[in-house]
């Protein structure tokens, strides 16, 4: 009887699980490919595929929706996301937690976003959704990605283009940094770097205006 080999995609999709699942379940032994292509691609034998051995381990592993926007002002953006995520993820048919943030996208000190990290470290979330990129972190998302890869989390962005609000965040966070930078170059000897900042400062807070 000759078997039906899939490729990875089409097996996971049968199992109903993400193609990175399959590769961890390879490295924990759970799942090997029956065989590889001359190219090294995977290629399973459906009719070996059972997809009720295997949710019950990933059932408890949480799915995590995480919105985030720079102030309380933006508060109808915030319920935006979450209307987003929480229709993306009820259509997926996923049990999910929405953690919602306030705060630049340059404070990694964020209470939703520590927790986010702990949970994620302590091997409590298989799956983080996310609307955009940046609303993880202006810079250093990558590393959150890092540590999703590293503890096996799945990670879904809905839209990978730019943010709608992206101008306006960045204006934000970039008035943060030279909030920062003035105060510690404020003083007599700083007069002419203070001016300098003043002025930028001016710059940035007209051009979030247009």
Not at 57 to 81: G, N
Not at 176 to 192: C, D, H, M, N
Request: hydrophobic share 40%; glycine share 6%; aromatic share 8%.
């Amino acid at each position: 009887m000759s078997r039906k080999m899939v490729s990875i995609h089409e097996a996971a999709e049968f199992l109903g699980v993400a193609a990175q699942t399959l590769r961890r379940w390879e490295r924990e032994g759970k799942l090997i490919p029956d065989e590889r292509t001359p190219g090294g691609r995977r290629r399973y034998d459906l009719a070996r595929l059972r997809p009720e051995q295997f949710h019950a381990p990933e059932s408890a592993l949480r799915t995590i929706a995480y919105a985030r926007v720079s102030s309380h002002d933006r508060k109808e953006d915030l319920e935006r996301q979450k209307q987003v995520l929480e229709l993306y993820c009820a259509r997926q048919g996923w049990t999910f937690e929405v953690i919602a943030d306030w705060g630049s996208g340059m404070n990694y000190h964020k209470k939703g976003l520590k927790r986010l990290l702990d949970d994620m470290v302590e091997g409590r979330i298989g799956r983080l959704v996310i609307t955009h990129k940046d609303r993880l972190l202006r810079f250093g998302a990558e590393l959150v990605f890092a540590i999703c890869e590293a503890k096996n989390v799945e990670v879904v962005i809905l839209n990978q283009g730019e943010d709608t609000t992206f101008e306006e965040d960045l204006a934000k966070d970039v008035l943060e940094i030279i909030t920062v930078f003035s105060a510690r170059l404020y003083g007599s000897r700083s007069r002419k770097n203070q001016k300098l900042l003043d002025g930028v400062k001016k710059a940035v807070e007209e051009s979030a205006l247009c």
